[in-house]
């Protein structure tokens, strides 16, 4: 079977499974929501990045069925925590782009909601800039009906692809999340200093929040800190955990 048919298989023999990476309030340090990132356990090659099998998903048309999976999957596990008693968490899940355009996503999500009980403020889509400007006007639109099921939108990866300005002001969004590399070097490279002041001053102006990724440093922390950031994501807070070990992490939490 090649990587194509054990992909279309990895559903049905529930192989895929998705890990957490908390998100943190930068002024208490307070966890305040969760990244669902998904996996694929394969048989012998172990676990499987995203990276290595989300395009192939994205081109064969199997995303679709993926995502729903995944969306599913995240708003049980936010509902389960919740009914457990644990604090209750934002739960972020990435949109792709087919997903996004060439389905009825409002319809999905509204229906999961209803499944699952989770409400609708406790779900963040992540979706990134180049996927809203292949169809700007018909981004506006579905966003539109997203935020009044009441669920957040966030733009992912936001500074790497192009954005027009003018449509972040027509979007519905309540979040943009600024690139890991735009911190890696932040306390070194002046230009990414001014970028991500640039990003935070734009979306504070707009009335939005800015989530950093890839935060793996103390030094980021402060200057982001320092810059007003609203909430970080990254290796030096936490890396990404399988579902089992998020209810630990939220216990320590509350
Ligand atoms: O988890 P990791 O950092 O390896 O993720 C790599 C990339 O895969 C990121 O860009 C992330 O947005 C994407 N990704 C992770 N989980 C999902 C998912 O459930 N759906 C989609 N479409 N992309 C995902
Ligand atoms: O594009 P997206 O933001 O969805 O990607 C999230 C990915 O970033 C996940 O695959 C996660 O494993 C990875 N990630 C999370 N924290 C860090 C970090 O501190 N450093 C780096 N290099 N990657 C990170
Ligand atoms: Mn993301
Ligand atoms: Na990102």
Request: net charge negative; hydrophobic share 45%.
């Amino acid at each position: 079977l090649g990587l194509e048919g054990q992909l279309r298989k990895a559903l049905e023999r529930d192989e895929l499974c998705l890990y957490f990476q908390p998100q943190y309030d930068l002024d208490g340090r307070r966890m305040v929501g969760l990244e669902a990132l998904l996996r694929w356990r394969h048989p012998e090659r172990g676990l499987v990045p995203p990276d290595e099998f989300i395009p192939l998903a994205e081109e064969t048309g199997l995303i679709l069925a993926m995502g729903e999976w995944v969306l599913r999957e995240a708003c049980t596990r936010a509902q389960a925590w919740q009914a457990a008693g644990l604090a209750p968490m934002r739960v972020a899940v990435n949109i792709s782009a087919r997903q996004f355009h060439q389905y009825d996503l409002v319809r999905l999500v509204r229906l999961v909601l209803e499944e699952t009980g989770l409400e609708p403020h406790f779900l963040e889509l992540e979706i990134t800039e180049s996927l809203i400007m292949q169809d700007a006007e018909g981004a506006v639109h579905k966003l539109s009906q997203l935020r009044d099921l009441g669920v957040q939108i966030a733009i992912d990866d936001f500074g790497t692809g192009y954005s027009s300005l003018s449509y972040l002001k027509k979007f519905p969004i309540q979040t943009l999340k600024i690139d890991r590399t735009f911190v890696q070097d932040l306390s070194r490279n002046p230009d990414d200093s001014a970028i991500v002041d640039a990003v935070i001053a734009l979306a504070h102006s707009m009335g939005m929040e800015v989530v950093a990724e890839g935060v793996e440093t103390e030094e980021q922390m402060r200057l982001l800190h320092d810059k007003s950031c609203n909430r970080v994501q990254g290796y030096l807070l936490q890396a990404p955990v399988p579902s089992d070990a998020v209810a630990r992490i939220l216990l320590q939490a509350s």
